[in-house]
C-alpha cells in the first residue's frame, strides 16, 4: 500500500485549491471510461519490464538478451532492415541519459525514473515564494516548462488512484513501498513529443530511437523544472516511469483523449508523446479534460489492433476484461495485453511502435492535409475521413535504410499497413482466445475453490 508520510500540511499560501478526485468519481468526463467498483491500484511488480526480472514466464535468457542489447549493440544485431549495428548504435545513444540516472543511486536500492523518482541535487532550502495567485504561478510553470523543453504542459490534482500501491526493487526481486508527501496536491504532466519520421520506421530498432531520445530529453526537462519549483520554496517529485500511471494523469491534465491503443492522443501530436509527471504542493489552477473525437473515432477505427503484430490491442468494445495481471483492474476501457507486447518485442530485440505509426493522429499538424484530417475526425465525416487517410499510405512503415539515406525524404516503404477497418478474422481469432482464457480461468478459480 501507499504508505503516505505523516506530517503535518504545510502551510499553503492559496488554500483555496481544487480537491483530489474521489474513487468514484467519473473519469475525465468519458463516456467510454468508468473506474468500476471493483477498481484496485496497480503493483509495480505487475509492469511487463518488472515481470522481466521475477516472473518465470519471462525472467529467462532472451529477456536478459533483449535488456543487455541497449547497452550491447551487437548483442540482436543481425542482417535484416533496421536491426544492424548503426541501427542499434543510433537507439542506443539516447538511453545512455536514462540509464546514467538509473545506475546512479543503485546501491541505495533505487533505479531512479524507471522504478524511483528522481531524488534532488542539493535540494534548496528556502520558504515558499508568495506567487501572486495560482493563476500567474500556472502561467509562470507552464512557461519554465516549455522553456526547458517540454512540448506540452497540462496541470490536474494529485490522484490517489493512480499512484502505485507499491513500488518494485529489481535488485531486491521485492516490493517497496510507496512514499508520497501528504502535503501533494496538483501533479505537473509534460509531453515530450517524439519524432515522426523516425516513429514511422516501426517495428525496428532504428525507429526506437524515438521513445529512446523522448525518455532522455524528458529525464532532463523534469529535472530542470523539479528545481526551479524547489527553488520557489515548493515540494517538486519527478516521475518519469516510477510511482504513478502517466496516461491518466495526460488525460485528466487536458492533454488529449484514451485511445483503443491505451495511450494518451493528443490533439498536437496524436500518441506520438511521452509523458513526465511533478507532484508538488504548489498552489496551481487545473487544465480541463479534452474531447476531439478521439474515442468516436476508435471505435470504428482498428488501425492500432490490426497493425499490432502480435495482436495484443483489443478489437472489441471497451470493458473491464483483463488479459492478465499486467492490466490495471476494474477500469471499463481498452485494455492491451502487455504480456504478448513484451514478448514480441523480446523476440524482436527492440521496442515497437506500430500502434503509434498507424494511427490516424500520428500526423505532423504543421501540414494542411492533417489539420483538415483532424477536423473531419471531429465531425460526422469521420468515416470518410478514416476512409481518405487509408489512401494517403502515411501509415505504411519506412524502410530504415532509405531514412539513413535521405535528410528529408521520400522514403521507400518497407512494408505496407492494414487499413482502418474491423478484420473479422482477426477480431474472431483474438475472441476464440480470450474464450479459451477465460475457460482455464473458471477452472482454476473453480479448482480452488473446491479445495478450500
Ligand atoms: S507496441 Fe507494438 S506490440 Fe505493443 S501493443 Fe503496440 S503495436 Fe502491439
Ligand atoms: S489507430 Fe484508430 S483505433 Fe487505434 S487509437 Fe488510433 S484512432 Fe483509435
Known sequence: MNKVADTKPAKLLFPEQAQAPAQNEPFANSKNIEITPEFSGFHQHNDMFSRGFWDKGFANRITMRFFRSFVKPKERMRDEEGFGQEDFAVRNGPWVVTEMFAEMKKHDDRREGFTDDFSPHIPPKVEPMDMGSPAKATKRVKKVAKLYGADLVGITAYDPRWTYRSKFSARKIASKPVEIPAEVTNVIVLGKSMRHDVVRMSPTATAATSSAAGYAEDAITLLALAQYIRSLGYIAIANQNDTNLAIPYAIQAGLGE????????????????????????????????????????????????????????????????????????????????????????????????????????????????????????????????????????????????????????????????????????????????KAIRDAKRAKAEAEAGAAD
Not at 501530436?269 to 468516436?296: C, Q
Not at 473531419?376 to 539513413?404: F, G, V
Open 258 to 433: 484514451y485511445g483503443r491503443n491505451g495511450l494518451c492522443i493528443t490533439r498536437e501530436y496524436g500518441p506520438r508523446v511521452r509523458f513526465g509527471r511533478i507532484l508538488t504542493n504548489m498552489p496551481l489552477d487545473h487544465d480541463k479534460p479534452i474531447a476531439f473525437g478521439v474515442e468516436k473515432t476508435c471505435e470504428i477505427c482498428r488501425r492500432c489492433a490490426n497493425n499490432c503484430p502480435p495482436q495484443a490491442i483489443d478489437h472489441g468494445p471497451p470493458s473491464t476484461y483483463t488479459f492478465n495481471r499486467s492490466n490495471t483492474r476494474g477500469i471499463k476501457k481498452w485494455t492491451t495485453d502487455g504480456e504478448k507486447c513484451f514478448k514480441f518485442w523480446v523476440s524482436r530485440g527492440s521496442d515497437c511502435a506500430n500502434c503509434i505509426r498507424t494511427c490516424p493522429y500520428n500526423k505532423e499538424f504543421d501540414k494542411l492535409w492533417s489539420k483538415v484530417l483532424r477536423f473531419l475526425l471531429s465531425t460526422r465525416l469521420r468515416k470518410l475521413a478514416l476512409h481518405l487517410d487509408d489512401k494517403t499510405r502515411m501509415h505504411d512503415q519506412i524502410k530504415p535504410s532509405s531514412w539513413w539515406a535521405s535528410e528529408k525524404g521520400p522514403f521507400t516503404v518497407l512494408e505496407r499497413a492494414k487499413d482502418h477497418a474491423l478484420m473479422p478474422d482477426l477480431k474472431g481469432q483474438q475472441d476464440r482466445i
